[in-house]
């Protein structure tokens, strides 16, 4: 790749980050899974060094088309509210398994072993505030259909739908957290995404539902994980993983402050959990060992016990 083509993308990300309050720390050379140039940029907030993130895209990619460069905007902008998080790379899921995200190496890659499916590879963890070494590591496919559907096969604008998919996933209980083990496969295909109303769908809510997912993520990643510094609630990949709205969400962050569960910072769209909510431990504890038996496959406790056919 020539030297021309990555101060090309490098400008590229250095501009759109600034805008959008953000700024390069680092950037270092990399290769996907192909063994193809990739450069990744270790991400900065302008107000805050310390909080970074890592965006990995290949050398060759050119987001200067505006559809392109819009949705980058968008990402940006999105992960400058994420960053402020006291753990950014952590979500909760509906059944109440706090989450951490990493090591996912973009951009995706095509199947080698002759499946028509592009390939994004990841690991979850299991993140309670105690020394834990339950994870699962992704392999998340994305079928030829689903690709026409991504501007772009790079992370951008692709994480928000896999982080979500591999959270779908995990409450489908087709996903298993181990001490060890093999790459756990999660389909994205287009049951994902509504053709007609052009986005995507991921689990159908009620209010009730958002209430009590909203309080969990403040207990989880804010009251256990970040020592109550303020969790941002209204992040729209919550918000397309719960299949609501924005204005929905602000509804259910109002209603939980109005029945003294939350705190809400200076800024409403962040809040910590009240002394009410951080009370209900118990619960939580109670919920977390019953979403963790859930995924927990039956036969291998048959086979344990000695009870198989084979």
Not at 30 to 44: E, M, V
Not at 49 to 55: S, Y
Not at 166 to 187: A, C, F, W
Not at 240 to 261: D, F, K, P, R
């Amino acid at each position: 790749m020539s030297i021309e083509t990555q101060t090309i993308l490098a400008d590229q990300v250095a501009t759109a980050a600034k805008a959008a309050g953000l700024e390069i720390a680092a950037t270092a050379a990399g290769t996907d899974f192909s063994g193809n140039p990739t450069t990744r940029f270790t991400l900065a907030l302008a107000s805050d060094q310390r909080k970074t993130q890592l965006l990995e895209l290949s050398d060759s990619f050119d987001f200067s088309r505006s559809d392109l460069l819009a949705e980058v905007r968008v990402y940006f902008t999105e992960a400058v509210m994420r960053l402020r998080n006291p753990r950014p790379d952590c979500y909760l899921t509906v059944h109440g398994l706090p989450l951490s995200f990493g090591k996912f190496a973009w951009p995706f890659h095509q199947s080698t072993s002759g499946a028509d499916t592009s390939l994004v590879h990841g690991e979850i963890r299991l993140e309670t505030g105690e020394p834990s070494v339950l994870h699962a590591k992704i392999s998340a496919s994305m079928t030829i259909t689903f690709r026409e559907i991504v501007a772009a096969p790079e992370q951008p604008f692709a994480e928000s739908f896999i982080y979500n998919a591999v959270r779908k996933t995990m409450d489908q209980g087709q996903l298993e957290l181990v001490k060890s083990g093999n790459r756990q496969p999660v389909p994205v295909t287009t049951r994902y995404y509504s053709a007609k109303q052009k986005k995507f769908s991921f689990n159908d809510t009620t209010e009730a539902q958002r209430r009590a997912f909203l309080a969990a993520k403040a207990y989880w990643l804010s009251g256990v994980l970040g020592a109550s510094a303020p969790v941002w609630l209204l992040d729209p990949r919550d918000a397309q993983y719960l299949n609501t709205t924005l204005a929905e969400l602000n509804q259910s962050v109002q209603a939980l402050a109005g029945n003294g569960n939350l705190n809400l910072s200076a800024n409403p769209e962040y809040a910590s959990p009240a002394e009410a909510l951080m009370s209900r431990k118990a619960h939580y504890d109670a919920e977390l060992a019953q979403a963790l038996a859930s995924i927990r496959p039956a036969f291998n406790e048959d086979m344990r016990g000695g009870h198989t056919n084979m």
